[in-house]
Nanobody, 120 residues
Framework: QVQLVNSGGGLVQAGGSLRLSCAASGRIFSINAMGWYRQAPGKQRELVATITNTGSTNYLDSVKGRFTISRDNRENTVYLQMNSLKPEDTAVYYC??????????????WGQGTQVTVSS
């Protein structure tokens, strides 16, 4: 079993910055991709950014140039640096991790979510 605990988030004015962190713990064998998703009220959860264990990244178009995803493979931690925040970035942000072991196969785990609110 793998647990993800994310931290960071909060209330910030438009144009401000926040940094989210998500640490994986438990019986970890191999974490492939890690990522961040978000869900705004009344909307579906959407992918914000992902990063593979080799450092390849992918971003939602609307956050390109403003958000940066990174990870520390030794600490099994993924980060999301969010700059130039906009009110439309307001959402609950969830981290996830795609984990593989010979026992469980490939499984996806989710963090508990953290609220990001950007005021105009």
């Amino acid at each position: 079993q793998v647990q993800l605990v994310n931290s960071g988030g909060g209330l910030v004015q438009a144009g401000g910055s926040l940094r989210l962190s998500c640490a994986a713990s438990g019986r970890i064998f191999s974490i492939n991709a890690m990522g961040w998703y978000r869900q705004a009220p009344g909307k579906q959860r959407e992918l914000v950014a992902t990063i593979t264990n080799t450092g390849s990244t992918n971003y939602l178009d609307s956050v390109k140039g403003r958000f940066t995803i990174s990870r520390d493979n030794r600490e099994n931690t993924v980060y999301l640096q969010m700059n130039s925040l906009k009110p439309e970035d307001t959402a609950v942000y969830y981290c996830n991790a795609v984990h593989y072991s010979s026992v469980t196969g490939t499984m996806t785990y989710w963090g508990q979510g953290t609220q990001v609110t950007v005021s105009s």
